[in-house]
């Protein structure tokens, strides 16, 4: 009869070489690990207020038509438009107020009803800490309403793992030549 140790060790052997034959026909692409292992500790909510400045007249739009359908011109909500934006970010609504950041992105109006857009834009800083980060709104921007709410998915740099939401606030509006200043307030769970 095998003594308990030389029993013990012949499981051991076995698991291994059984594990290491398993590993090398089915390398693994994933593993459960701690937050601490990416240095996460306790979730922060930062509050963000700034402008957006959105220039459509002029020799240096910020934010360009790109495409638009044959029915658009027709349409009354510019359904079909689609626009690329590169818009400053700054910290009060005077056109040389501090840039803190840029909005990048695209809008498509995507509403027959009202001017409803979806937007996809980069918020991305280059102030202090928050420098290089960036902050990725996905939502409906519905511009005529007095305050439209859209969601943030993500972000990086400081702002990984990021999830919240922005209120944006049209501040003032050239509807002669598209212009606008509008207000934002961005509230972001990250670490
Ligand atoms: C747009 O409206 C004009 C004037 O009402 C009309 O002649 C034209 O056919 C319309 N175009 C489209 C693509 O609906
Ligand atoms: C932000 O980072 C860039 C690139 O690292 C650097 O050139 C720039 O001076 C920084 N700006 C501020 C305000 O820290
Ligand atoms: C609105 O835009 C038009 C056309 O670009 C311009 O002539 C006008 O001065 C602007 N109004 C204001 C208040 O800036």
């Avoid at 109006?109 to 409803?116: R, V």
């Avoid at 943030?152 to 598209?178: C, D, L, M, P, Q």
Wanted: aromatic share 12%; hydrophobic share 40%; proline share 5%.
């Amino acid at each position: 009869m095998l003594k308990p140790l030389t029993l013990i060790s012949t499981f051991t052997l076995l698991f291994f070489l059984f594990s290491s034959h398993v590993t090398a026909k089915q390398p693994r692409f994933y593993r459960t690990i701690s937050p601490t292992f990416l240095g996460l500790r306790k979730e922060k909510l930062t509050h963000l207020h700034f402008y957006f400045h959105d220039t459509a007249s002029g020799p240096n739009p910020t934010a360009i038509v790109v495409a638009q359908a044959q029915i658009t011109k027709n349409s009354s909500t510019l359904f079909g438009a689609v626009a690329v934006m590169d818009d400053p970010l700054t910290v009060g609504p005077e056109p040389g107020s501090k840039i803190v950041g840029k909005a990048q992105g695209i809008w498509a109006a995507a509403s027959h009803d009202e001017i409803g857009l979806v937007m996809v834009v980069n918020l991305e800083f280059c102030e202090g800490k928050y420098n290089g980060s960036t902050l990725s709104l996905f939502g409906r921007n519905a511009v005529l309403n007095s305050v439209r709410e859209m969601p943030i998915v993500g972000g990086s740099g400081v702002f990984r793992f990021a999830h919240g939401y922005g209120e944006a606030k049209t501040h003032w509006f050239n509807i002669t030549s598209g212009d606008a200043v509008v207000e934002y307030n961005v509230y972001v769970f990250h670490y």
